[in-house]
Structure formats: structure tokens, C-alpha cells
């Protein structure tokens, strides 16, 4: 894998590019098929973050999808857009754009609730009570920061983040939960 986001963009094997991304989630990668790099996500090569114990799965919490040693999951391919159209993904949008990530909260009885849990890595949850959507502080910033200096509208910010996630296929970027639900249904 080649990370794009990285310094000099070095090659990295799967866990590599696993370990070394963990804190930094927010890269770009590309796959080397052979001939060329084909652009794919984190997510896509078992990237996980785990909240509440230091990046470590939570003991309360067991399910099939901790194991993530099986390298070649099977995600959607076609056209590419670095999402996974996932219930159990949050989705998360940066300065970098916006990425499908499979968040685990902490479980345990003492934790925090899942939106305190996102605001303790500097995440901003788009609901309080279930979130599905979350933004980066950097995001808030930048786009106070373009609002104010360049009298940049949500909408139009929006819009860069969808093209910066997908030069290609910006029209595939979701815009809403419900946006993607009726590109699923609309796609079968």
C-alpha cells in the first residue's frame, strides 16, 4: 500500500499500513494491483478505532468484526469512492474529506456515552443521542476560518470536501444518511 498522506508516500504491507494509520485515520491509500496503484481506504484493510482503552478493543464488547487479521475483505468494488456504505460505519468528515471508519465505542459500564466518547478524539458527533456522523475539530475550523475570510457557504464548503474525497465521482459522496440509503436502493 502507498499512503498519500505520509511523507515521501512510502509502501507499507497490510498490518503495517494498519498499525502505522491507526492514530492517523484520515489518509489516503492506494493498493498496488500489479500494473498500477488503485486508490482504496483504510477501512477497506481492517482499520478499526477503538475508544475508551488507549486504542485497544473494548473486553466488553465481543463480535465477529474484531478480527480483522483476514487480509482481502470483501467490500463493494465499481466505481471508486473511498466509502463503505455500512450500517455499522460512522462516518466522518475532515479537511481531508469525508471517510467511512469503523468506530468502536467502549462498552464497559463505567464509560462515557458514545457522543462523549467521539468529543474525547477531538470529534464532533452530528447527533448526541446515536451518532452516525461525526466532524473533525480541524474541519469546524477550517470552515469557520473559509466562512469568514472568504464568505465560503456550507454548501460550497461542502462541496470541496465531496470533490477533495472524490476528484472522479463527487456526485457519489453522500451528502446525507439519506442520500446514501436511496443511492442503495436506487443501485439494486
Known sequence: YRCHGCMGEPLFCTHCCRMVH?????????QWTGGFFKDTSLTKIGLEIHLGHQGKPCPEVTDDWYNTDDEGDNFAEGQWVPL????????????SGVHSLMIRFCRCASALGPDMQLFEISLFPASFTSPKTAFTFAVLDDFLLDNLECGTSAMN?????RQITSSVFPHLVPVSDIHCRNDFLVGQ
Request: proline share 8%.
Open 22 to 30: 491507526s492514530c492517523m485515520p484520515f489518509h489516503r491509500i492506494s
Open 84 to 95: 463503505v456504505n455500512d450500517p455499522q460505519m460512522t462516518t466522518v468528515v475532515d479537511t
Open 157 to 161: 464548503y461542502y462541496s470541496k470536501l
